[in-house]
């Protein structure tokens, strides 16, 4: 069974809206929890890292959210732009070099 | 910074042909991974280098599947002979063996075995 949940499965918003992306894993115990963008044909781009201790961080109009109590973290994406458009993977990371993937959410924004 | 470098972008093969991925490191970074990626699987670590020496191989799928490590700077993934069930994107990553354990990842290698 996968340790990293990730909901929707897939969205599309419309430019210049918000989203939220969210994601539950089970990993434990548990190290840090990093939010990546897949553009199409690309690799996978660091987006944010949270370790057990912080709750909130953003990079740009990227803001990620963790709460380690319920296991539970969510990408919220504001103003959103037709660059926005890419697969958002949650991964989590335990007491080794391991990451636990989740499946992605495959963002579509439309002009 | 070039970033991970990854070769071929694209390999179009024959079953039971032999592949050859080639993957060259952000320099300065010890640990280097391969990774497969597939609509139906996701991303999976196939094999984890930690200063050239290869820690983890539990996730290369069988025999068919080796990979090398020569130095710093240079990583091989070897499919031999190859099937169309290998047909996915193949990742390289490497980074720094730290308490975040950042990986950057490379453009891939997009794989067909016709």
């Known amino acids: 069974k996968n340790q990293v949940e990730q909901s929707p499965q897939s969205l599309i918003i419309l430019e210049g809206k918000n989203c939220t992306l969210q994601?539950?894993?089970?990993?434990?115990?548990?190290?840090?929890l990093r939010w990546y963008k897949q553009d199409t044909g690309r690799g996978p781009v660091s987006l944010t890292i949270?370790?057990?201790?912080?709750n909130t961080k953003s990079n740009g109009r990227y803001t990620a959210t963790l709460d380690a109590d319920t296991k539970q973290s969510s990408l919220h994406i504001t103003a959103s732009q037709l660059s926005d458009s890419a697969s958002y993977i949650c991964?989590?990371?335990?007491?080794?070099?391991?990451?636990?993937f989740g499946a992605g959410t495959t963002v579509t924004v439309r002009a | 910074d070039a970033g991970v470098i990854q070769s071929p972008r694209h390999e179009v093969t024959e079953m039971g042909q032999e592949v050859t991925l080639r993957c060259k490191p952000i320099?300065?970074?010890?640990?280097l991974f391969w990774y497969r990626q597939t609509m139906m699987r996701g991303l999976e670590l196939l094999i984890y280098?930690?200063?050239?020496?290869?820690?983890?191989d539990s996730g290369m799928p069988e025999d068919r599947f080796s990979a090398k490590m020569p130095n710093a700077s240079f990583s091989t993934l070897k499919i031999q002979p190859s099937e169309p069930r290998d047909s996915a994107v193949y990742f390289c990553?490497?980074?720094?063996?730290?308490?975040?354990?950042?990986?950057?990842f490379g453009p891939g290698t997009r794989l067909t075995v016709l």
């Open positions: 990553a490497s980074g720094r063996a730290s308490s975040y354990n950042e990986q950057f």
């Open positions: 280098f930690n200063n050239n020496v290869p820690i983890d």
């Open positions: 320099s300065g970074h010890n640990s």
């Open positions: 949270m370790t057990f201790s912080e």
């Open positions: 991964v989590v990371r335990g007491n080794d070099y391991k990451l636990s």
């Open positions: 994601c539950n894993y089970t990993v434990s115990p548990f190290s840090n």
